[in-house]
């Protein structure tokens, strides 16, 4: 069996993928990225990065230049493979889509070889490493698996799940403690030894993948439902013409609360998806988990409302207009500030719900990105954080915006910039 890793493979090359390939390979370790696309292949094979993440873009030129890292659409060979793929969930009952990630388990499964380590990075649910490693066994019935073999077997799987923050990605992945779910000690012992190539913080050995894979799901889903609470409580005070930023304020000065400060709702893959995999396996027992994700997945709807009551206070004080002739700005479409990340972005589902209904002009101030998304067609695109508009509505807090004055016209505020 294998005792060092020369040459590791990321299935993935996406917000946590590529980071992740380019730490490995700035550690002269010779790393393989695979992706789906062809786009962001050659652009990687370039040296040029396909996101937005600060340092990422000097590690991969310098990782290319040097020879460590390379990509391609077909798997090859290597010591230890890492799946990074998306982990969505389908349909109005949220039900976990782990399409990805076995389509990543089939294509390397031809190339696997006795002493390889995999490791799923991928937030998933519950059970979804070891259902992994089966579709691996069936793929390749010649080699042996943890399931079936334990210590003993030819190849060695685990659950690692990545817990960094995005926008300090490349700082998080060295410092930040590593949970090490392996389905079997063997297995946590490889995938610690591979880790430690560039990760400072603990590598926290768990009982076993699902283990690991359930404290990835407690992480979000704990914040989900203290942003919940925030959220709730911004509604509540909104009912009652209160300034909710004044109360939380004045609550968190209380030596043991911290009320987490509301938003337009809650976005980004890991947040607003990972507490419905927990849902998923035991939705008896998810009540209060159930529930915040309702009140978070409502929030965008009560903005919206605050927008059209924005719209008719301003022509109340202004009769001689009508609703086409009043210019909205929204600022902000990311999920969370100063990224470029709009999945499952609030602030831009609030963004095309406005385009759409609104008869009027629409500006959207999102100054980390060049092009507006499916959706946002009749909207148009500020170049500058300053824009002349009748109503303005603060989505996203990105740093520049705090920096700039507030605007003239009717406020609407969902991060307490300008409040």
């Not at 949220?94 to 390397?108: M, N, R």
């Not at 300090?168 to 779910?181: A, P, T």
């Not at 893959?269 to 998810?286: G, K, M, Q, T």
């Not at 999102?366 to 303005?392: F, K, R, S, W, Y």
């Amino acid at each position: 069996m294998m005792d060092e890793f020369k040459k590791v493979s990321v299935i993935g090359l996406g917000y946590i993928g590529l980071p992740t390939a380019a730490m490995f390979a700035s550690r002269k370790i010779e790393v393989v990225g695979v992706d789906v696309s062809a786009a962001v292949v050659d652009t990687i094979n370039r040296g040029e990065i396909h996101i937005v993440e600060p340092d990422l873009d000097m590690v991969v030129h310098a990782a290319v230049n040097e020879g460590y890292l390379r990509a391609t659409t077909t798997p090859e060979p290597a010591d230890a493979f890492l799946i990074a793929v998306p982990t969505p969930f389908t349909g109005d009952n949220h039900d976990p889509d782990l399409s990805f990630v076995k389509a990543a388990a089939q294509a390397i499964a031809p190339v696997l070889a006795p002493g390889c380590l995999v490791i799923l990075e991928s937030t998933c649910p519950v059970g979804a490493t070891e259902a992994v490693s089966q579709w691996l066994a069936e793929a390749r019935p010649d080699l042996s698996f943890p399931q079936n073999e334990g210590p003993a077997s030819d190849i060695r799987v685990a659950h690692c799940p990545e817990r960094v923050l995005p926008g300090r990605v490349m700082q998080e992945l060295v410092s930040n403690d590593r949970i090490i779910g392996g389905m079997t000690a063997r297995c946590s012992e490889a995938a610690t030894q591979l880790y430690k190539a560039f990760v400072t913080g603990k590598c926290v050995v768990s009982s076993g993948p699902r283990a690991a894979e359930m404290a990835k799901l407690t992480e979000n889903s704990f914040r989900d439902v203290n942003i919940a609470f925030a959220n709730e409580l911004s509604m509540i005070c909104g009912a009652l013409d209160m300034d909710v930023w004044e109360v939380i304020a004045m609550a968190n000065r209380h030596p043991r609360v911290n009320v987490l400060q509301p938003g337009p709702g809650v976005g980004g893959h890991c947040i607003a998806v990972d507490p419905w995999f927990i849902v998923a396996s035991a939705p008896e027992h998810s009540q209060l988990i159930r529930a915040a994700r309702g009140v978070n997945d409502r929030k965008p709807d009560w903005v919206l409302d605050r927008v059209k009551g924005a719209v008719g206070t301003y022509l109340t004080e202004n009769p001689d207009k009508t609703a086409r002739d009043v210019t909205i700005a929204l600022y902000g479409l990311s999920f969370k500030p100063d990224i470029d990340d709009l999945r499952e972005s609030p602030a831009l589902e609030i963004a095309i719900q406005t385009a759409a209904v609104h008869p009027g002009t629409v500006v959207i101030v999102e100054p980390h990105i060049t092009t507006l998304p499916d959706g946002l067609a009749t909207a148009t695109l500020a170049t500058e954080t300053q824009v002349n508009a009748d109503v303005h509505v603060m989505l996203v807090d990105h740093q520049i915006f705090k920096e700039t004055a507030r605007p003239d016209g009717t406020i609407v505020d969902t991060r307490g910039v300008w409040d």
